[in-house]
């Protein structure tokens, strides 16, 4: 794990999303308050907070579904807002988002859900775009006889899946992922994990998982942002973030689950 | 940029250039040129490979073969580490078949396969309409000596929604058509120099038919389909299945109210929609026919027995039932997707309006008969 941290440690590279002075409301309910963030090119930047922190928001303003009330998102050092929807849409394409609840279209089934992108942006013939989606799809470790079936038939775990391969679609520069392991059993979550870094060790895109699943965390993020108290209380490796005097921090990170996931990842680390 | 992307010469393989998505049509295009033996050729660099992606390491693992592209690290140990292990997960990923059986038929196989489930399906809709009418009538049967159950607060909210909200469209719409059928009337009555009987033309038409009629197509268009997308999306979200496994009854909480509210608001619109009627009528009397209005009141009060107008508010009450039924079974048959929502309310609009006009047909059938 060190080892990899120090191949992607880029501490002066132009950070691929930087969020300065962010802040969100609904209503009264403010949700960040002057919340700075950057991701750097590479990296996979862990996001861990407690429900209704604001992390799903967070993402959702960095992809530009949700205005923010104040504050500025940089993506590749252009702000969303400033573009014309061309450029936009160009933009745009250079994300991959996994939704929380996976929002796969419900109308086509799981291979059209796959390869609607790819006949849209990359221009691919359709029984090409199918093909790539089946690969897609099995990467993500769905069987084959899935590629037929309409998400309301799937299982959430299956879901869950369909909606990454979905995102992986167009081999994104950036990856957006909301609980991408939430629902999965825990051979696949760790598969998952497997499957996340060796892409981004050969693609290098950038990674912004929103994540609960402590093992995730050890095992595949280089950087971790704690989001507490409407902005980001502590971002840094994860022996720096679990360092913070933070009472939060240190029950997320040395509770019985925080000190499970690290044992188990130490263990693992030292088998290798 | 390299135009070649891969070259085969004397059982060697050189892979070249960007295999990436943005270049995908191209490369199959290069990899269908290559002779068939090309993929089992014994060398293979992969040198002059700049940049690889998902879509490219498929292709490249489609034209080398699983087996081979999966053992890579002991053939191009020189390749980065990051690369052979995506070559080989993707490897992985495609070793299982990928291609979902094929379903083939013959094209009139499908064709009377749809045409039978069609009928089918009809027959199935009047069964599933007689069933739910019988579960609806059974629940309110049970609650009726519970008055705590009746859900008053449900009941009046739609009837706002459905109801009054929609008095200004209904008003509208019959005072127009009055209008219309005012003139009609003169236009063909005139010939006759009975233009006064103008005024019993459009009296009977709205208090038998049109203020019943067009009441209830309206409710149809509005509040059958806006019951269908609530329940349709409350099933499409796993909202009646929560419902039901609290031992709450989806039947109680949500139908009953609206058809409530539906038998309770129906009549009301109709008679708005009599009396607007009415008014249209009056309106191009006493403007384009010199029949002042205190003569069409007065020929409205000698000459309309008030069975008429007890005859189309009877209807009102059914029209009710059936449309707020057809409605909320529809929102029950939703699957999953958002298409099935469209499907279901579609359907729903267009069997209420049908109802409609069956049951409208049939009562003035039986009116005619009985001498009413
Ligand atoms: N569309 C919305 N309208 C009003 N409030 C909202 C909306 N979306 C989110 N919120 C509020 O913003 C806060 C943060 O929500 P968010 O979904 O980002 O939480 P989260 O950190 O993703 O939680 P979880 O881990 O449970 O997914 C919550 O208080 C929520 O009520
Ligand atoms: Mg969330």
Request: proline share 4%.
């Amino acid at each position: 794990m060190s080892d990899r941290q120090t191949k992607h440690k880029t501490a002066d590279q132009e950070p691929v999303i930087s969020v300065r002075g962010l802040v969100n409301r609904f209503g009264d309910n403010v949700v960040h308050d002057n919340l700075d963030l950057d991701v750097l090119p590479g990296e996979i930047l862990g996001i861990v907070g407690g429900s209704g922190s604001g992390k799903s928001v967070l993402l959702r303003s960095i992809v530009g579904l949700k205005r923010p009330d104040e504050g500025c998102v940089e993506v590749f050092g252009q702000a969303l807002d400033s573009l014309d929807s061309q450029q936009r849409s160009q933009m745009e394409r250079r994300f991959g988002v996994l939704f929380q609840r996976g929002a796969l279209f419900s109308s086509l089934n799981l291979q059209e859900n796959i390869a609607l992108p790819l006949i849209e942006h990359a221009r691919l013939s359709r029984s090409d775009a199918e093909y790539l989606a089946r690969v897609k799809l099995s990467l993500v470790g769905l069987p084959a006889s899935a590629a037929l079936q309409s998400p309301e038939s799937l299982s959430g775990g299956m879901v869950k899946r369909a909606a990454l391969a979905r995102a992986l679609a167009l081999d994104p520069d950036v990856l957006f992922l909301d609980e991408p392991t939430a629902g999965l059993d825990p051979i696949s979550a760790a598969a998952f994990d497997e499957l996340l870094v060796t892409l981004r060790d050969a693609l290098r895109f950038s990674v912004f998982l929103v994540t609960h699943d402590l093992d995730t965390l050890y095992s595949s993020c280089d950087r971790v942002a704690v989001i507490s108290q409407k902005r980001v209380l502590a971002a840094g490796t994860l022996d720096e973030v679990a360092a913070t005097q933070d009472d939060w921090v240190q029950a997320y990170f040395h509770g019985p689950r925080g000190r499970a996931a690290q044992q188990a990842a130490s263990t693992h680390h030292l088998q290798e | 940029m390299s135009a070649q992307w891969v070259v085969y010469q004397e059982d060697e393989l050189a892979i070249e250039g960007e295999w990436t998505l943005a270049h995908f049509p191209q490369l199959k295009a290069a990899i269908a040129h290559l002779p068939a033996q090309a993929g089992q050729a014994r060398e293979i660099s992969l040198e002059n490979l700049q940049a690889i992606d998902t879509a490219g390491a498929a292709l490249l693992v489609e034209l080398l073969g699983v087996e081979r592209v999966g053992e890579i690290h002991a053939w191009a140990p020189s390749l980065p580490a990051e690369r052979q292990a995506l070559l080989a997960r993707i490897a992985q990923a495609m070793s299982s078949s990928l291609a979902p059986k094929p379903v083939s038929e013959p094209w009139w196989h499908a064709m009377l396969a749809l045409l039978g489930q069609q009928v089918d399906a009809l027959w199935h809709q009047q069964l599933q309409l007689m069933g739910f009418t019988g579960l609806v009538v059974a629940t309110f049967a049970r609650i009726l000596w519970h008055p705590r159950r009746w859900r008053l607060t449900a009941i009046v909210a739609h009837i706002q929604q459905s109801g009054f909200n929609a008095v200004p469209i209904v008003a509208l719409l019959t005072f127009m058509v009055g209008a219309v059928v005012a003139f009609l009337g003169a236009t063909v009555l005139r010939n006759f120099g009975a233009t006064i009987y103008t005024i019993d033309l459009v009296a009977f038409s709205f208090l038998r038919e049109f203020g019943v009629l067009l009441a209830a197509i309206l409710l149809a268009g509005r509040t059958a389909s806006a019951f269908t997308a609530q329940l349709g999306s409350m099933k499409a979200n796993e909202e009646i299945d929560a419902l039901r496994t609290q031992g709450l009854d989806p039947i109680e909480l949500l139908v009953l109210p609206r058809v409530m509210a539906m038998l309770i608001t129906l009549p009301l619109l109709t008679f708005v929609g009599m009396l607007s009627g009415l008014a249209g009528g009056a309106m191009v009397a006493s403007l384009s026919l010199d029949i002042a209005l205190s003569q069409f009141i007065g020929t409205l009060e000698r000459d309309i027995a008030v069975t008429h107008f007890l005859l189309g508010l009877s209807k009102a009450p059914v029209f009710a039932f059936v449309i707020a039924l057809i409605g909320c079974l529809e929102g029950f048959k939703v699957k999953g997707s958002a298409q099935s929502v469209g499907e279901h309310t579609t359907s729903s609009v267009v069997q209420s309006i049908f109802m409609v006009i069956l049951l409208d047909a049939l009562a003035a059938l039986f009116f005619m008969e009985m001498g009413w």
